[in-house]
């Protein structure tokens, strides 16, 4: 599994219009919704479930970045959206600075092997610096796209 066979490129949103995590989570849900990529998930229920799993720990993960994820039943495929704050949203980060790029990770829930694979693929890459950086500049899904398959 690669980088980009995670990413929905529909779903990437290079100026998140939400000020707040909640809002934020909501958003990427839509856009995974609107891609089609949610199989027969309920978006609004889908929505509460992450932003549940995140007021129980939060994933914003520090350097700019947060990584909210769940598990559900009536996906196939571990699907992530992308996206990209200009103004920087609280997470409640580990570093306690603000969260620009937030990559949403939506994985089938009987299969935790595939979700720790698809976890693994994407905290590798966001490891990177370079890789963290050029997200936070990214202008455009164009450029994030590009990005993404660059670091395959």
Do not use: W
């Amino acid at each position: 599994m690669k980088l980009s066979d995670i990413v929905c490129f529909s779903a990437i949103v290079a100026d998140l219009q939400a000020t707040d995590r909640n809002g934020a989570i909501r958003e990427l849900v839509r856009h995974l919704h609107s891609a089609g990529r949610l199989g027969s998930c309920d978006p609004e229920k889908l929505g509460r479930e992450v932003i549940k799993r995140e007021n129980e720990a939060s994933t914003g993960m520090g350097k700019g970045v947060a990584l909210p994820h769940v598990k559900a039943e009536g996906i196939e495929n571990p699907v992530a959206a992308i996206g990209r704050s200009s103004q920087g949203l609280d997470f409640r980060a580990l570093d306690k600075q603000p969260v620009y790029s937030v990559i949403l990770l939506i994985s089938p829930k009987p299969d935790p092997d595939r979700h720790l694979q698809a976890m693994e693929i994407l905290f590798r890459n966001l490891n990177h610096d370079d890789f963290r950086r050029f997200l936070r500049q990214a202008q455009s899904a164009e450029e994030i796209e590009e990005i993404i398959r660059d670091a395959d």
